[in-house]
């Protein structure tokens, strides 16, 4: 089963308005991933992160590696409609690029 | 520049049949990993190929096989299907398998699996 615990399992949100889901996990993994999942689509990468504590950013997202090295977190700032869909984060423990998943967060526009 | 391809993109079996599911990689990427995605949930991780060899394998049965071909590209084999074996089939490919997780996986669109 799944290791890594991804909250909140789904969130509405409106344009404008910032986001934030975190994924946590009770053992320790070296990197950090974050995907994008549109439906009939595979994931797409939106940030890596290697280090302990790191926090780096790409357009209006920015995520952060955990200085324990059990979690880490997303934020979408100023959310647009193309931000609906589902975000996994992932996680590697060693060499060898294994990828375990969180369960996803769904994205969806407040109607 | 391609990104990871594969085929079929979907796919009816009945129970008890073999199935084989093909993908390329990235153009440059040498290293190809399988995930399955059950309906609601996130990938899981199958096998991994690297100079044809199986490296590291998931809680997966050896109903569940694969291949990797001196381009790289790969195949995933399944026999003796299941209904529980429906899902989206998830290709993802790298650079270097030695590389320390600097490769971030790149992933196709997956094949969709439906047993019936």
């Known amino acids: 089963g799944q290791q890594l615990n991804q909250s909140p399992q789904s969130m509405f949100i409106q344009e404008g308005e910032d986001v934030s889901m975190n994924c946590t996990s009770s053992?320790?993994?070296?990197?950090w991933l974050w995907y994008k999942q549109d439906p009939g689509e595979g994931p797409v990468l939106l940030i890596a992160?290697?280090?302990?504590?790191e926090l780096t950013s790409n357009g209006r997202l920015t995520a952060q590696f955990g200085i324990t090295r059990k979690d880490s977190f997303l934020n979408i700032s100023a959310s647009i409609p193309s931000d609906v869909g589902i975000y996994f984060c992932?996680?590697?423990?060693?060499?060898?690029?294994?990828?375990?998943f969180g369960g996803g967060t769904r994205v969806l526009v407040k109607p | 520049d391609a990104g990871v391809t594969q085929s079929p993109t979907h796919l009816i079996k009945t129970r008890g049949q073999q199935v084989t599911l093909r993908c390329s990689p990235k153009?440059?990427?040498?290293?190809v990993s399988w995930y399955q995605q059950a309906l609601g949930q996130g990938p899981q991780f199958i096998f991994q190929?690297?100079?044809?060899?199986?490296?590291q394998r998931g809680n997966f049965p050896d109903r569940f096989s694969g291949h990797q071909f001196p381009n790289y590209s790969s195949e995933l084999n399944v026999n003796a299907l299941l209904l529980g074996d429906s899902a989206l089939y998830l290709c993802?490919?790298?650079?270097?398998?030695?590389?320390?997780?600097?490769?971030?996986?790149?992933f196709g669109n997956g094949t969709r699996l439906t047993v019936t």
């Open positions: 992932a996680g590697i423990k060693a060499a060898g690029n294994k990828l375990t």
């Open positions: 053992s320790i993994f070296n990197t």
């Open positions: 993802a490919s790298s650079l270097a398998f030695r590389d320390r997780g600097r490769s971030p996986l790149h």
């Open positions: 992160l290697y280090k302990a504590g």
């Open positions: 190929y690297y100079e044809e060899e199986e490296r």
């Open positions: 153009s440059g990427h040498d290293t």
